[in-house]
């Protein structure tokens, strides 16, 4: 199973709009990081948040993290067009060596 | 700055044929990471190369295998295709000693159709 869920599973906002989308994992993390993908194309990387860190900014981003809650959210304001895609949340669990990705927020923006 | 680039960018094949994807890292990286990325789902991790080894490998089967050239360049090789081997393959690099959970750099991916 994914250690990080995303949720909402999609999403439609109207242009202009910000959207927030939410992560939940099961393990303690080292990390955890957010990635965009436009239409099944590579990934890009949008911003990594250390266990340590609650909130970090990039631009129009902004993610948060609870690792009491263990939960992570992120927040794109003022949307634009060019911000539809899926947006996968990456957890770099304590006890594994590797990313785990969950299966991503759709994120339609609608001019 | 050259990023990751991948090849090629589509394949169709049949079952029981064999298939070899390409990945070139970006440049000034030296570890490679492949991942399939079966359609609605979130990138599932395969192996990754350094130094011309296999170092760290997920949850796939020994028909899923690969390699590392000397300039960091990277293949991966599966046989004995199956219908559910149908899926996006991701290459990503990083540099060493960041490591998998570090920031991952990566392709466009391969579609890789299974008839």
């Known amino acids: 199973s994914q250690q990080g869920e995303e949720d909402p599973q999609a999403l439609s906002i109207q242009e202009g709009e910000n959207a927030t989308m939410n992560c939940s994992y099961k393990t303690s993390i080292n990390n955890l990081q957010w990635y965009r993908q436009n239409s099944g194309r590579g990934l890009v990387h949008l911003i990594l948040i250390r266990s340590n860190e609650r909130e970090k900014h990039s631009g129009r981003l902004r993610v948060t993290l609870d690792t009491s809650k263990k939960s992570s959210s992120l927040l794109i304001t003022a949307s634009r067009a060019a911000d539809t895609a899926s947006y996968f949340c990456?957890?770099?669990?304590?006890?594994?060596?590797?990313?785990?990705f969950g299966a991503g927020t759709t994120v339609t923006v609608r001019a | 700055d050259a990023g990751v680039t991948q090849s090629p960018t589509h394949l169709i094949k049949t079952r029981g044929q064999q298939v070899t994807l390409r990945c070139s890292p970006k440049s000034g990286h030296d570890t490679v990471s492949w991942y399939q990325q079966a359609l609605g789902q979130g990138p599932q991790f395969i192996f990754q190369y350094y130094e011309e080894e296999e170092r760290q490998r997920g949850n796939f089967p020994d028909r899923f295998s690969g390699h590392q050239f000397p300039n960091y360049s990277s293949e991966l090789n599966v046989n004995a295709l199956l219908l559910g081997d149908s899926a996006l393959y991701l290459c990503?690099?990083?540099?060493?000693?960041?490591?998998?959970?570090?920031?991952?750099?990566f392709g466009p991916g391969t579609r890789l159709l299974v008839l």
């Open positions: 990456a957890t770099a669990p304590s006890n594994d060596y590797k990313l785990s």
């Open positions: 990503a690099s990083s540099l060493a000693p960041g490591g998998l959970q570090e920031t991952q750099y």
